[in-house]
């Protein structure tokens, strides 16, 4: 875990002359993991006295969802863990007239809905309609909401809901077309200027994020979000971990109403700008099509009690990107390529009021996508991109149960799981003679031509297979001034992943410009012409390899992750959190929010392992194995100010202390290095073998690195034995107490 602290101070204000000015008497605490809202407020009589032991019922305009509450001695009421969408909230008490509101809530909204009861005989019932104030008083947490019609309305570059992010200050959202090579995700989103992966991003109050690489596991169509919200600063403790901010997207659900949509969107050349907003005179017709269509349906199977939504999309995309050498020899090779792209979403979900204190719901969703692209590094030729296949799926179960007047309980359990697959292009993938130069073979570079890259792509093949299991629970207790929440989550993790790199080698060669000093000048004589004059035809792949080696590197051992040794317990870990949190409404214009949160992860890092000899310089004569983490306090305090009586300016400062989540990757690639011998893949450079010329160009040149395969697979691995016999991990049996060299090494060239 990374850990971080954080003090916020942030300022907002809004002009409310043109809105519905609502009077801020209580508050509602709602946790930005958990993807509801609250309701709540005052009533009083004409004359401004509160009133006692009204009855409030609150009730879904869509699905006929209800839930009551009652006055207290203060003439307040409180309704929590409610899901976004439209209310009627009602009012009666003997005496007087009915009073009626109807409001529409967000996701993580705090909504302070005040009524005004009149005598009966005056007026039988009052029906007032309006909207939260756009500023919320109480809240402590800094961010914002994007609903349906924004999603709906807005213009999206190819339909990704994601990008309306944006709106809110202080994050950026990074887009690709790319899924697979970091994450299973297009859009990446930043907040605050902080890696992308910091971002938690969860799905009706579970999490979707990538504990191997970073990201997100899954995408969803824009078609199966109802809303979502983006918190920025002073999180609230139920968020997770997190050191930068959190999305929480909410999904569409049936009602009393069938209904139903479909669409289809088509965008070509036409209507989209060329590369660097110019024509390129090699390609001034450069082709592009994206091809959208799906649907969306849902209603009721059973009246106010049981509900159906369902929604597909198709996307097939014909994009390019272009590639440029700036070279005067291989820009021959210069062009705009083609970069399919095929996905598929799909979304089910049941809702269900189980009993008028328990409403549950389930849902299933699945992310397909395959593309041919090249590597988010470096854009290549074509023979040195990479095919990309994603499958990811989430189930989801919830259920809310409001146990009494005071206490509710919310609990989500999901499954998460997502294979991945990265592959060099094939031959039969990469038809083009003159792109696909090299395709299928080692990855070769030029060195003074840094952006010309052909051949295996030196990190694939990858392939990987992850899972999770989450079960979050969350307990709110109102009562007076206070609204404690207490809650936790267990996730389990697991993963299996093979990356091949440099297979079967990464090789430089010297360019021609490199040769052209007098000394090297007999070299520069014997390159064909296609490698001097640069109006001759693009040089073939032999050609190229006519150039001078300047180095190369091979991976060799084991390509799993984690390697061998301990595989199964180094590919699992169990994270438990728990938090406790109390916003306390110390006035009606201040209120304070307090916590604290604990974390723990089983295997966070290489505790079977102990560090290797060559080390010590670095950490010391201690060479034992890291031990577990288990001092992961995250206390935080905010408070939110309401200034002057406008209710206009709200003062909003925190600040706490922030763990971030960890990437599994590098501890999985941490094993080689510090594990028994071949216990993962290592790179081994060529100089180990005697072939490095990274001083200046010899006679020795790329196609003579291929004459002799088998001396150099001897070398290297006779080198490497030394390596491992030398620099081992220092580990011995547990039951001979002999050193532990661990599996041998399975290395090839």
Not at 317 to 326: E, G, I, M, P
Not at 668 to 695: H, K
């Amino acid at each position: 875990m990374k850990r971080c602290m954080r003090l916020d101070l942030v300022g907002r204000w809004s002009d409310l002359s043109s809105s519905v000015a609502l009077v801020l008497s209580t508050s509602v605490c709602v946790a930005a993991q958990v993807p509801v809202a609250g309701i709540g407020g005052s009533v009083t009589d004409a004359s401004g006295a509160v009133v006692v032991d009204a009855a409030i019922t609150i009730r879904r305009t869509d699905t006929g969802l209800l839930r009551t509450a009652t006055t207290d001695a203060r003439g307040t009421y409180i309704v929590e863990n409610v899901p976004p969408a439209t209310y009627q909230i009602e009012a009666l008490h003997p005496g007087f007239a009915r009073a009626v509101r109807e409001v529409t809530l967000r996701v993580g909204e705090h909504a302070t809905v005040n009524l005004e009861l009149t005598v009966e005989e005056l007026q039988e019932r009052v029906d007032v309609r309006t909207q939260p104030t756009s500023i919320s008083r109480n809240n402590v947490e800094v961010g914002g909401t994007v609903g349906r019609l924004q999603i709906e309305q807005l213009p999206l570059n190819g339909r990704s809901f994601l990008q309306l992010a944006q709106l809110q200050p202080g994050v950026d959202v990074v887009s690709t077309t790319n899924p697979g090579e970091i994450g299973n995700n297009y859009q990446r989103l930043v907040v605050s200027g902080a890696y992308y992966s910091q971002t938690r991003i969860t799905v009706d109050g579970s999490t979707t994020g990538d504990r191997f690489v970073g990201g997100t596991t899954q995408n969803f169509s824009q078609e199966s979000v109802q809303e979502f919200q983006v918190a920025t600063f002073s999180l609230d403790t139920a968020t997770g971990l997190t050191g930068a901010g959190a999305v929480n997207i909410v999904t569409r659900s049936g009602s009393n109403q069938l209904r139903g949509s479909a669409f289809t969107y088509y965008r070509d050349h036409h209507l989209a700008a060329y590369p660097g907003l110019s024509r390129d005179p090699a390609n001034p017709d450069p082709a592009f099509a994206r091809r959208q269509t799906g649907g969306s349906a849902g209603g009721p199977l059973k009246r106010d009690r049981l509900f159906w939504f369902t929604n597909y999309e198709h996307n097939d995309q014909d994009a390019v990107f272009n590639v440029t050498n700036n070279h005067p020899i291989f820009s021959k090779f210069d062009g705009v390529f083609p970069n399919p792209l095929k996905g598929d979403l799909f979304n089910a979900r049941l809702d269900s009021r189980v009993h008028e204190t328990h409403q549950a719901f389930l849902r299933f969703s699945l992310d397909d996508n395959r593309t041919t692209a090249p590597a988010v590094v470096q854009v290549g030729l074509p023979s040195n991109w990479q095919s990309i296949h994603n499958r990811a799926y989430q189930m989801q179960g919830g259920i809310t149960s409001t146990l009494s007047r005071h206490l509710v309980n919310d609990v989500r359990i999901a499954f998460n799981t997502l294979v991945g697959q990265i592959d060099p292009v094939s031959p039969s993938e990469c038809v083009d003679p003159v792109p696909c130069t090299g395709v299928g073979g080692p990855n070769l570079l030029v060195f003074d031509a840094p952006r010309f890259s052909i051949g295996n792509q030196s990190n694939s093949p990858f392939g990987r297979r992850q899972g999770t299991v989450q079960i979050v629970d969350n307990v709110t207790w109102q009562g007076g001034l206070h609204r404690l929440r207490i809650g936790g989550e267990w996730e389990h993790s697991d993963w299996n992943a093979s990356i091949d790199f440099n297979e079967p080698a990464r090789i430089t060669l010297w360019g021609p410009s490199n040769l052209q000093t007098p000394a090297l000048r007999p070299l520069y004589d014997t390159l064909p012409v296609s490698l001097r004059d640069p109006h001759a035809p693009p040089p073939t792949l032999q050609e190229i390899l006519q150039l001078p080696l300047q180095s190369f590197t091979i991976g060799i051992g084991d390509p799993s992750l984690p390697g061998p040794y301990n595989h199964d317990d180094a590919s699992r870990n169990d994270r438990v959190r728990a938090y406790f949190q109390d916003t306390w409404d110390v006035s009606r214009k201040l209120t304070l929010m307090y916590g604290v949160a604990y974390s723990f992860e089983t295997n966070l890092f290489a505790h079977d392992l102990d560090y290797p000899a060559y080390l010590s310089p670095i950490i010391g004569s201690d060479l034992r194995p890291p031990r577990r983490d288990a001092n992961n306090f995250d206390p935080s305090a905010h408070v939110a100010w309401s200034v002057g009586s406008s209710g206009r300016t709200v003062v909003r400062a925190g600040a706490g202390v922030y763990h971030d989540e960890a990437s599994f990757f590098w501890k999985a690639r941490d094993r080689a290095f510090i594990g028994p011998a071949g216990n993962g893949r290592v790179n081994v450079d060529g100089s180990v073998v005697g072939l490095s010329f990274t001083s200046t160009p010899t006679a020795f040149r790329g196609q003579d690195l291929f004459a002799a395969p088998a001396r150099i697979a001897v070398d290297a691995r006779r080198a490497t034995r030394h390596w491992d016999g030398s620099l081992g991990s220092g580990r011995r049996d547990r039951q001979t107490g002999r050193p532990d060299r661990g599996p041998a090494c399975h290395d090839r060239l």
